[in-house]
């Protein structure tokens, strides 16, 4: 037997090294006559996670990527000894595409196996758009290909994906099962072999119409439609022909650039500059929150959801009954969507300890305000913290706007209080903006990086500003939609420019989902920071003031017929805003898309530029992170940092000038940074290189 082992942590991700190594120990496994089969298998925690997906920004180098995996795969395809390959944890992308290339695959049951290029950008470049229908069909391959999802082994088992689940050893079930095909002397079965998938129009219509209304705006899936019907269509090597050059199309494309840069800047926006391997974290195996409210209900459910006990605390019973309630439906309505077992929902309710007394928060490691954005009713809450929690404990405020340092001093130990900004529904939401206030111990700040981790959050390390970083840029665009709206526009027109640039729903339909009076009341709230003499837009306050709230009200932007969530142009809000012109004194115009693009996400790069500069956000993969897991920005744009690289600073320089002559410098003076970096070929992510650096 030759055992050819991958051995590349932390996924064996199929580098230049691994294929070329793969390949000569190949070649040499079948000159070898003493060999009577090969098992191809991986070290580590996990089978290989395909190509590495680093090597795409770099200069490629010959032998290139698909011409050498595919070389990988035809030689494992072609040999003429069994070749078996062993997969355990996630062999996904061209790790799986290495095991359908294998005569024989035989899994852990545990394992997952899948084809996740088309959440980068791509498609399966190394024959998995060619291989995995001949084994299981063109309608299953359309799923697993267009959807990129992995896939289970007992699963695979069943549609054919994979030859044998081993229950015991994998080693020594490979041994076995290349002892039986040695023994058995049948020829190697080839996948490609295997005769072409029955073509199933039907399929590849639900699919198209699947992609049309969830992959909106996406290349790769249609490209993943057009591989899988070649499967169907041409023979094997045509096939794979075209298959490469949909592949090589699209990694070219700044739609691939922009997922890697967001796969990758995920993982990276954990690594904060600064805070060593070296700073402890604290211990962190029991938490409290305070308030039972839509955020604080939400945050409870993360910590039981990861196993952590949680003491959740109200001022009043009634109030705790209805969060817990709450709770108790969210977990109905995840079991009856079959995202749940009852056993696992009665579990995680029995980790969480309903309370209204403080003094039961004297063990928690790290507590958690979610009450109502008042400095006063923050100044109480934490307080009354400060009197009960331990030594060492982490109190931490959930504010989404408010001062952290401020509230920090509420406190004798200021070193101990950080932001934890989490997003609603905290239980989906996979955004965590953790804010460094002024006294934030590091030793702090890395323990809510990793607890973020560990309750399956993106942690993002931002400053303490007014709005930190994500609600800060939003702020700036939700002026600009109001001004737009006064100007000329309306709702639906500026909501659909933005959905056509790919959120996926516009500030005016975000606005009525999550309910208008939050807006209002922050409007309220901060009626003290607005400046004499500079614009500003009332709309909304209209609006609100006539018991237009939102979906909740049956009305808002748009009205909502019983029971929909679909947006309805309203004529009455028309009229509102087009009087509320006329009292503003200000002639409505026609207003173009480009210009409604333009206003709304240069004001938010403008900020995004100014946040860097002044530290709040340290790179700007922190801020383009923040915004496409906590603000819906299209991910195959990269986030709004990214996209202004994409887009040019020196033509954004130069828009933003454009505006300032049109609306003067209150809202329109370009950033020092964007000044800086105006001039050509300058860009946030220095050298296009978008992680590591910048
Ligand atoms: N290439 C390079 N680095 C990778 C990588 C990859 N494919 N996958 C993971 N890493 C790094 C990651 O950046 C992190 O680094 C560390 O590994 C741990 O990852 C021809 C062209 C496998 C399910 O899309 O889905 O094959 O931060 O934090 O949560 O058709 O990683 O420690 O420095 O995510 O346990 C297709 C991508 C490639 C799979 C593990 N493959 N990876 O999740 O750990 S395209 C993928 C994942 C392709 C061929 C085409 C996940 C994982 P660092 P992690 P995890």
Not at 138 to 145: D, F, G
Not at 169 to 176: C, K, P
Not at 320 to 348: C, H, K, V
Request: with cysteine; net charge neutral; aromatic share 6%.
């Amino acid at each position: 037997m030759a055992w050819i082992t991958v051995d590349h942590p932390p996924v064996n991700a199929l580098s230049r090294a691994v294929r070329a190594g793969l390949l000569s120990a190949l070649r040499s496994a079948l000159a070898d006559f003493s060999v009577r089969a090969i098992v191809i298998r991986c070290a580590g925690r996990t089978f290989s996670a395909g190509a590495d997906v680093t090597e795409f920004d770099k200069t490629p180098e010959p032998p290139h990527l698909p011409a050498q995996l595919s070389d990988v795969t035809e030689t494992i395809e072609g040999a003429t000894k069994p070749v078996i390959v062993a997969l355990h944890g996630t062999a996904l992308g061209g790790g799986f595409e290495i095991a359908l290339a294998g005569h024989y695959r035989i899994a852990t049951r545990d394992a997952k196996v899948g084809l996740p290029e088309v959440k980068l950008g791509l498609i399966p470049g190394a024959g998995g758009t060619q291989r995995l229908p001949r084994l299981i069909g063109a309608a299953e391959a359309l799923q697993w290909i267009t959807s990129g999802n992995p896939v289970t082994a007992v699963r695979a088992l069943e549609l054919g994906a994979i030859d044998e689940i081993a229950d015991g050893d994998l080693a020594q079930a490979a041994l076995v099962a290349a002892h039986r095909l040695v023994h058995d002397g049948r020829p190697p079965r080839r996948t490609g072999e295997l005769a072409a998938a029955a073509a199933d129009d039907a399929a590849i219509a639900d699919i198209e119409a699947t992609v049309a209304k969830k992959q909106r705006g996406l290349l790769a899936p249609r490209y993943c439609i057009d591989a899988v019907r070649a499967a169907s269509t041409l023979s094997f090597a045509v096939g794979l022909q075209r298959e490469r050059q949909l592949f090589l199309e699209l990694r070219e494309s700044p739609q691939a650039a922009a997922l890697r840069h967001a796969f990758l800047g995920e993982r990276e926006v954990a690594k904060v500059p600064g805070l060593t391997g070296d700073i402890a974290a604290r211990e962190v195996k029991a938490v409290a929150v305070i308030g039972a409210g839509t955020m604080g209900g939400g945050i409870a459910m993360c910590f039981v959801n990861a196993g952590l006990p949680v003491k959740l605390l109200e001022a009043e019973a009634q109030a705790l009954e209805r969060g817990i309630a709450t709770i108790r439906n969210n977990y109905a309505a995840t079991i009856a969507r079959g995202g749940l077992s009852q056993g696992e929902m009665d579990a995680r309710l029995r980790l969480i300890s309903p309370t209204l007394s403080y003094g039961d928060l004297a063990a928690a490691d790290l507590i958690i305000e979610a009450v109502f954005e008042d400095l006063d009713v923050k100044r109480r809450v934490f307080e009354q913290i400060d009197a009960v929690a331990r030594p060492g404990a982490i109190l931490a405020t959930n504010t989404s706007y408010l001062d952290v340092s401020a509230i920090a001093e509420f406190t004798r130990r200021p070193q101990d209080v950080v932001g934890m900004h989490f997003f609603s529904p905290a239980n989906v939401m996979r955004l965590l903006e953790n804010v460094r206030a002024k006294k934030t111990a590091p030793e702090v700040l890395v323990t809510v990086m990793r607890i973020g981790k560990a309750i399956g959050k993106i942690a993002v390390l931002v400053g303490d500003s007014d709005g930190f970083v994500g609600n800060r840029m939003l702020a700036q665009r939700t002026r600009e939609a109001y001004f737009l709206l006064e100007e000329g526009a309306m709702p639906q027109q500026i909501d659909k420019v933005l959905t056509d640039f790919g959120f996926a729903m516009g500030p005016f339909a975000v606005g009525d989902l999550a309910g208008l009076d939050i807006g209002w009341r922050n409007r309220q709230a901060r009626a003290h920071l607005r400046k004499p003499g500079v614009r500003d837009c009332d709309l909304l306050d209209k609006v609100c003031a006539l018991g237009r709230l939102g979906q909740k009200t049956g009305a808002g932007w748009y009205r909502y017929e019983k029971g929909s969530r679909l947006p309805i142009p309203d004529p009455a809000i028309e009229q509102l805003i087009i009087d509320h012109s006329r009292q503003a004194g200000i002639a409505r115009h026609a207003i173009g898309d480009e210009e409604i693009l333009q206003r709304c996400l240069y004001s938010m790069i403008n900020e995004g530029a100014k946040i860097l500069g002044e530290g709040i956000a340290a790179r700007p993969v922190d801020v383009d992170i923040v915004w496409l897991h906590g603000y819906g920005f299209p991910a195959w744009r990269g986030g709004p940092m990214f996209h202004a690289d994409q887009l040019g600073l020196s033509n954004v320089y130069a828009a933003i000038l454009r505006l300032r002559e049109r609306f003067g410098p209150d809202f329109w003076t370009p950033a020092p940074l964007l000044s800086e970096l105006a001039s050509p070929g300058k860009r946030f992510y220095p050298s296009g290189a978008t992680h590591g650096d910048g």
